[in-house]
């Protein structure tokens, strides 16, 4: 079991730094007109060098920017998108987390862009027993927050180390996840040294 851990803690890959979504897989709701932009609220998490998007087929280019207090601090674009899937659109690379920043996103084509949404499953919102009988969710657009490059598990400690402490009470901080872990190891430890006393008395 350790050694699994191990192994999955030490493969690397492009790592999601925060989202929007309210469903595990988005279906794709939202059109955005040929020269329509739009724009929303979203935090977005220090680090951040790619956005993804799902949208259909599209000959933009479709550009996203970063707001900030009526100032744009980041912005990138993407000329096209041959199917429907993820569109990842690298940004400038952002040094600290922008909260209530606005994420405009805006069709700079001649044909409207369909775009998932963040709280429409997949199928979209008419056909899920979720919304039967209710009006229908005003969504944003989904957008993930990648983190630029390849990284392990291990590599990203320390920040998640950092948001493990968020959002709880003061005396809360990074090193409650390290304690977490410790006690964690202990108890395994602990268990082995048991299972290894069992099978010596026998």
Known sequence: MVAVLVIVLSSSGRRLA??????????????????????????????????RLFSGPFVGPLEVTIVKDGRPVSSGRAASASAEGPVEISLEPLEAEIPDARVCIANRGVAPIELAGNQTPLGGSSISPQFIGERLPTDDVRAD???R??????????????????????????????????????????????????????
């Open 18 to 51: 925060d989202t929007n979504a309210r469903v595990n897989v988005s279906g794709v709701q939202l059109r955005l007109l040929a020269g329509e932009r739009r724009c929303q609220t979203q935090d977005v998490p220090s680090g951040a060098g790619v956005v």
């Open 145 to 147: 927050f990648l983190r």
């Open 149 to 202: 490059g390849s990284e392990s598990w291990w590599s990203l400690a320390p920040v998640v180390a950092d948001r493990f402490g968020l959002r709880k009470a003061s005396f809360f901080g990074a090193w409650t996840m390290w304690a977490v872990f410790l006690l964690v190891g202990l108890t395994w430890i602990a268990g082995l040294l048991l299972l290894r006393r069992e099978a010596s008395s026998r």
